[in-house]
Every structure is written in structure tokens, then in C-alpha cells.
């Protein structure tokens, strides 16, 4: 485990989960954290010396201040702090909704940082469309949250107990449960709050997507088809993305929500896969 130190005693952490062969970085969404990957490892690591982040705020990372800084230069920053450590740029990277938002905003920002990337549902907005206020649905939800569980067995139960995380795989709940969590006096707590996670659903800056077209590195915006989950935004976007990328390809994926990374590991790993060696 590596801390990436951002300027302002904040930091990301940046898990080394093996393999064969070049480098590939993997970002998270809000609120979950690398381990979100656990079941798509598996496939990726025949291929990819594989490293994971968590952004401040989330999975092993700690807090040192309240309100956190969630601005998203900071995550840019962790993004290029990670770079710099698993090897010489041009990397592959995958990503999912925060994360692989963030991934484009870098390579946007830093040309050339990346030879190819996977999204699945990368949460970018154009500047005509309002963020999410105190009063939308994510935010009051993310801050009614409950924070503080008797043991890690009654967190996963609670989490598969109810979508979207009774539609995932096991694994994949229990691995983002264990690195989300940690020991208390009384059982255990999140390590990404719900405070943080309506922070960073709340906050953001908006995008020009005609600027998109800049990025020519290879990317593929992968979509979920299933809707009616109470969040149509995420893949709602994934079509104009992949439309105002230089070299940008649309993928729907039957059957998956907006968590797909953790319903269908190993279909979602060969996706990754057969792009990375297009």
C-alpha cells in the first residue's frame, strides 16, 4: 500500500494487486473503493500488473479534515501521484462513474498520459446540466446513511440485503466491505462517510464536451442497459462521451446496472481485456 500525499495532508492510497505484464490503473466510484474490482482481478491479472487507487476519502485512506476537500483537481492530482509510481506514462486505465470521469479530466489535462482506457459509466456532465443540490435524492440519501455497524458480517448482510448491492457478486461486496471499513470499539465503521460521499455527489465541475475531442487515445465508454434504478444520468451520458471523444466507442452491456464492474466480473474483465490488446 502506497499513500499518494496531496498538498493539503489529505491523501489517496494506491494498492498493488499483481499480474503479468504492463501496468493498468484502476479508479473507483464515489463512496466505494479498488477492491470494487475483486472479481474482474482475476481476468486482468493475466494480462496487466494491476493497481488500484482510492481517492481521499475513501477505502484505506483516513480523513485528517472535515469538510474534505473533494474538489476535483485533487483527485486529478492522486491520478498523476499514482502514474508516477507504477511507471513510465503511457499506462491503460479502467475506471468506473467518479473515476473514470476523473481518468478523462486527466488525460484531458496531461496529454498523453494514457495509451488506451476502459470506462464503465464515467460521471461527467455538460455545462448546461445542474449538479445535484441538497436537496436531490443522492445527497439526502448518501447523508442518512448509517456509518457504524456491529461487525463486517452484519455490514455485508446489510448490503446484500437490498439493490444495488443484492445484485452484485459476493465477492465483489465482501472486497469492497473489507477495505471500506475499519475496527471500532464497538464493531466497525465506513471509511467513506456518507458526508463524503453526498460532498462529492454535490460538488464538481461542469464539462465541455466539445472539448473531448483532444483525447485521442482509444477509449471505450462502456454503458449499463438496465434502467430504472433511480440514477439515469450515468449511463444517459456514456453515449455523448463516447460521441465527443477523438477516438471514442460506445459498448452496451445487457443485463447491467450501474454497479456492472461488481455484478459481472469476469464478462466485464474480458471486455477490459479485449480492448487493452485491440
Known amino acids: ?19 503479468e505484464g504492463p501496468p493498468l490503473l ?13 472479481t474482474v ?16 476519502g475513501h477505502g484505506a485512506s483516513r480523513t485528517q479534515s472535515s469538510p474534505l476537500d473533494v474538489e476535483r483537481s485533487r483527485l486529478v492530482t492522486e491520478i498523476l501521484l499514482a502514474v508516477a509510481v507504477v511507471g ?20 484531458l489535462e496531461n496529454p498523453g498520459m494514457f495509451r488506451r482506457m476502459w470506462l464503465f459509466e464515467p460521471v461527467m456532465v455538460p455545462e448546461e446540466y445542474e449538479r445535484p443540490d441538497g436537496d436531490h435524492p443522492l445527497v439526502i440519501a448518501a447523508r442518512r446513511r448509517r456509518n457504524e455497524f456491529p461487525s463486517l458480517d ?33 464493531g466497525v465503521s465506513l471509511t467513506c462517510s456518507g458526508e463524503v460521499e ?37 449511463p444517459a451520458m456514456a453515449e455523448p462521451i ?9 459498448f452496451p452491456m445487457d ?14 474483465g474480458d471486455a477490459i481485456i479485449a480492448h487493452l490488446l485491440a
Not at 1 to 17: A, C, I, K, P, S
Not at 26 to 38: D, I, P, S, V
Open 1 to 19: 500500500m502506497h499513500l499518494l500525499q496531496g498538498g493539503d495532508g489529505e491523501h489517496g492510497v494506491l494498492h498493488d494487486f499483481g499480474g
Open 26 to 38: 484502476l479508479t473507483h466510484g464515489n463512496g466505494l473503493n479498488a477492491a470494487m474490482w475483486t
Open 41 to 56: 482481478l482475476p481476468v486482468l491479472q493475466r494480462h496487466r500488473h494491476c493497481f488500484g487507487l482510492d481517492f481521499r
Open 88 to 107: 513510465d506514462e503511457p499506462i491503460d486505465a479502467v475506471g468506473h462513474s467518479l473515476g473514470g470521469a476523473t481518468l478523462v479530466r486527466t488525460e
Open 154 to 186: 452484519s455490514f455485508v448482510e446489510r448490503l446484500r440485503s437490498k439493490p444495488p448491492f443484492s445484485q452484485c457478486e459476493e465477492a465483489a461486496v465482501w472486497g469492497y466491505a473489507t477495505l471500506g471499513t475499519q475496527e471500532t470499539a464497538s
Open 198 to 234: 453526498a460532498q462529492i455527489f454535490s460538488s464538481g465541475t461542469a464539462t465541455d464536451f466539445t472539448e473531448l475531442k483532444s483525447i485521442t487515445a482509444p477509449i471505450v465508454v462502456a454503458r449499463g442497459e438496465v434502467l430504472g434504478t433511480g440514477n439515469e444520468m450515468p
Open 242 to 250: 463516447a460521441v465527443h471523444l477523438g477516438s471514442g466507442t460506445l
Open 255 to 268: 443485463g447491467l446496472t450501474h454497479f456492472g464492474p461488481m455484478e459481472a466480473g469476469a464478462r466485464v
